[in-house]
């Protein structure tokens, strides 16, 4: 039921006793385990970091540049469409700009004409949903 007690002498080569040899090899254990833990964790991140490839890619400011554009004035209004006239740009951020588009013409015909009875987006006869982007 009980361990047999530790006879705590001192021994004669480090100048120890058993319960401090004991102690001693216990903190040595947990020294390299948390060694061996923050490597791991080292080479983890580090091959995640490497893998995710940020250090080659350059921000995308045109995706940038369209979420960060807000309706208060018809002058951004007359940006989004410029920006709108390449075909190729207008493909590669379609998503971006169907969703820019209508919040232009919502402040526009809501906010800059008043007309508040006309639904954003327009939608057919058949209650299809007009692609404004399309046209």
Known sequence: MFSAPITNLVNNLNGLTK??????????????????????????????FEDLNLSTQEPDWSQMIIRATEFHYFSNCKSLLEMMEVGEFVFKYKNQLEGKL???????????????????PPYAADNRKVDLLGL
């Open 19 to 48: 319960e401090e040899e004991i102690g001693l090899k216990e903190k040595q254990r947990v020294i390299h385990l948390s060694a061996v833990n923050d490597e791991h964790k080292e080479n983890y991140l580090n091959s995640y």
């Open 102 to 120: 209508e919040e232009m013409l919502t402040w526009f015909i809501y906010v800059k004409l008043g007309i508040t009875t006309r639904p954003i």
